[in-house]
């Protein structure tokens, strides 16, 4: 291999232009380091291709099919339980309920399973509706694999608070006047709290006033939030348990037509939730009181455990964008619109 | 007599297959499902592209997999998975997001599967992912030959200035060599598990180092007896050591190549410049380290080309393979070649320091030596402070 021959100077000039090479080069490199000019990402052409959907702007989350979840969502937005009714002797309206706590999965998003506590079988539970001063019994079964109960909102005697755990297989039955008029909520009341809540057991109450309100179309809308790898942070915030429901199916109005909508906040996890009205203002009643102070607004936020109704007509026909003025929220599934015609 | 020997050998065997088969059927007997679904999903590559990004993903569960909904910086976006959205175990498939990312900004994607479960990706500062084109192969080609070949050409230049040495500084030098090396091994191995770690933990990453290592250098050591027993030879030829090294940090170098080119494409290498400065500084005494075996001899011009080019060519290689076609779990092969072959190069120049010192009767470790090999550790640890934050 390496036997006589030396080494020479001319050798290592050979080698030494390796280097000097490399200093020339340097130059060159310097140029590409960093790769200059790289595309300013977000170019028109990039856009227009992914919009394809009329709402061209919020087009990212498109999806027209009618998935069982979605159906669960819809279906919720309309659907008042007003119970069994009967007359009691002495002329008052007695209204008897089934409740059933069942665990179930359940569709938050497309293709995306829950596996959720419920009442009824569905996130949120059933809308449960009746007049001021009716006198309401929910039957109370726990199917599930935990215990339960039924925390009601309003005034009532104090054994009937739903603080008791009602073991799996048990029954028990809720009885108390309805009492006062406006949005009540429901919800588990067993420890741990959050985890039961956070699950799927709530829901919206409404006591109607004893004299009617202005007919309307009514909505019920309940915002919560899902957490899937329980890490204390929702990955989708929805309304009435699906995302993007209302995003991908408008909900239809007529122009001129009140709106009213029984809108409730069981978000676990975070504090706040907010709804917000594009192109239009509403009217907007804590707890559903008419003699509370009211708001004329197109924003409102709410507390967990808060709610609200709002009173709405649209002017003017076309798309109308409601969602939670929290953008994180929004684009994680809180996100509709009314279609006015 | 034969047949009974073959059945004693058969009983075990038997009596295993019948005991898995129980267990297959019938479960281990503690629980038959899951309390929670197991999925795992891999992200391998996320490639940035002019309309968004392009996930190359893998089921590595022990079930078929379904990808429903896909985030990007939280929030729900539309994506497609080509061959389709259910993944068999270990299928393969690519996820394309149609994003308006933004230059140099950190984008994180959720991939969420039909049963909840999350797969997070990170780009850590989005710029478009270079496309493999000949612009763009000979640019990375440049880098590798800046990190690679210049540094230990560099190094090699110090041959004249050290052939003047008495055998004693010569020995020093390799007892430097030594501790370059030292400092190498450990370097590659910690980069090897540290890359190993991003591979889908089937294929464990970290064993994967260890084999490539310990399989690399005792084949290295093997060959070389098997070697020497068939020359009958006395020792290694210097040149012969300084071939073995070469190739060993050739294979540190692709490393080197690897973590540079798939920096670039990872859009991390904002300081690309300075992380080839640094690795140039870095490499140029592995130079000296080559050169050092020959300082008894009288080698030829082109024994110093060839040295310089196995010992540097890998990084051009690497610089490819990392910015074009990187996987962790082949980077983690290479590395543990890589770390094995440097082993057996410090072994073997070692043993070739006590044999010397030995043989003239003097202490391996003496006050030069000590020094060499310290000299060596700190020029390592301090010229890494240019390729490391």
């Known amino acids: 291999m390496s036997d006589e021959k030396k080494v020479s100077r001319r050798d290592i000039l050979k080698m030494g232009t390796a280097g000097a090479f490399g200093i020339a080069g340097s130059y060159y490199l310097n140029k590409m380091a960093q790769f200059p000019n790289v595309a300013q990402a977000s170019s028109d052409s990039s856009h227009k291709t992914s919009n394809h959907s009329n709402h061209s702007n919020h087009a990212n989350m498109s999806d027209k099919t009618k998935t069982t979840g979605y159906k669960m969502a819809e279906r919720l937005l309309t659907d008042f339980d007003y119970g069994e009714v009967t007359k009691l002797p002495n002329g008052q309206i007695l209204r008897e309920y089934k409740v059933v706590a069942i665990d179930k999965e359940i569709e938050i998003a497309k293709g995306i399973k829950f596996p959720g506590w419920t009442y009824n079988g569905t996130i949120p539970g059933p809308t449960f509706r009746c007049t001021e001063g009716d006198l309401l019994r929910f039957h109370f079964i726990n199917k599930g694999s935990h215990p339960h109960s039924i925390h009601f909102h309003g005034i009532h005697p104090p054994e009937m608070d739903g603080l008791t755990s009602i073991y799996p297989g048990q029954k028990f039955t809720y009885e108390f006047e309805a009492n006062p008029y406006g949005l009540q909520i429901y919800h588990c009341h067993v420890l741990p709290l959050a985890r039961h809540i956070h699950k799927g057991l709530y829901g919206n109450f409404i006591i109607d006033p004893k004299k009617p309100r202005e007919p ?76 509370n102070p009211s708001q004329f607004t197109d924003t409102i936020m709410q507390c967990q455990g808060e709610r609200g109704i709002i009173e709405v007509r649209f002017p003017y026909k076309g798309s109308y964008m409601f969602h939670a003025h929290v953008s994180e929220f929004a684009e994680l599934g809180w996100m509709g619109f009314f279609e006015v015609e | 007599m034969k047949g009974k020997w073959l059945i004693t050998g058969l009983i075990p065997l038997v009596l295993l297959i019948g005991v898995l088969g129980w267990v297959l059927k019938n479960g281990a007997g503690i629980e038959k499902d899951p309390a929670a679904p197991i999925e795992v999903l891999n992200i391998e590559r996320i490639k940035v592209t002019k309309i968004g990004f392009e996930l190359s993903v893998s089921n590595t569960g022990p079930k078929p997999l379904t990808i429903s909904q896909v985030m990007v910086n939280d929030s729900v976006w539309n994506y497609s998975v080509s061959p389709q959205a259910k993944l068999e175990r270990f299928e393969e498939g690519k996820v394309t997001i149609t994003y308006p990312w933004v230059e140099g900004d950190p984008h994180t994607i959720k991939l969420i599967t039909e049963n909840g479960i999350i797969t997070e990706g990170e780009v850590a500062a989005a710029t478009l992912t270079p496309e493999t084109n000949w612009s763009n192969f000979l640019n990375y080609g440049l880098i590798g030959f800046y990190v690679g070949i210049v540094p230990i050409t560099l190094g090699l230049l110090w041959y004249p200035f050290m052939k003047r040495f008495s055998r004693k500084s010569i020995n020093g030098i390799l007892a430097l060599t030594v501790g370059l090396l030292l400092f190498l091994f450990v370097g590659t191995l910690a980069d090897g598990f540290e890359i190993g770690a991003e591979a889908p933990s089937v294929f464990q990453g970290n064993m994967v180092v260890i084999i490539g290592a310990s399989l690399t250098f005792l084949l290295l050591i093997g060959f070389d007896q098997y070697q020497q027993r068939k020359q009958e030879k006395k020792g290694y030829s210097p040149f012969g050591l300084a071939l073995l ?68 060519a890998p990084a051009i290689v690497g610089t490819w393979v990392g910015g074009f076609i990187f996987s962790p779990i082949w980077g983690a092969v290479f590395l543990g070649i890589g770390a094995g072959a440097i082993l057996q190069v410090i072994y073997v120049i070692t043993k070739m320091l006590i044999d010397d010192h030995k043989k003239h009767a003097e202490p391996s470790v003496s006050w030069l030596n000590l020094t060499g090999f310290t000299i060596g550790l700190l020029i390592m640890y301090f010229t890494a402070f240019f390729v490391k934050y």
Not at chain 1, 250 to 259: A, F, H, M, N, T
Not at chain 2, 274 to 298: C, D, M, Q, R
Request: aromatic share 12%.
């Open chain 2, 245 to 312: 090294m070469a190739t060993g940090i050739g294979l540190h170098n692709f490393g080197e190549g690897l973590a540079i080119g798939s920096s670039f494409a990872l859009g991390e290498a904002a300081l690309g410049t300075f992380l080839i400065i640094g690795f140039t500084l870095h490499n140029i005494t592995e130079g000296i380290g080559i050169a050092a075996p020959l300082l008894k001899t009288k080698p030829r011009f082109r024994d110093f080309l060839l040295l310089g080019v196995i010992a540097g």
């Open chain 1, 216 to 291: 309307a179309l009514e909505l019920n809308m309940v915002m919560n939030g899902f957490d899937l790898d329980l890490d204390g942070e929702n990955e989708f915030y929805t309304v009435n348990g699906y995302a993007n429901a209302f995003m991908n199916h408008p909900i239809k109005i007529k122009k001129d037509q009140l709106v009213r909508i029984y809108l409730s906040n069981l978000t676990e996890f975070d504090l706040l939730n907010s709804f917000h009205l594009h192109a239009n203002y509403f009217t907007y009643y804590p707890t559903g009181r008419n003699d």
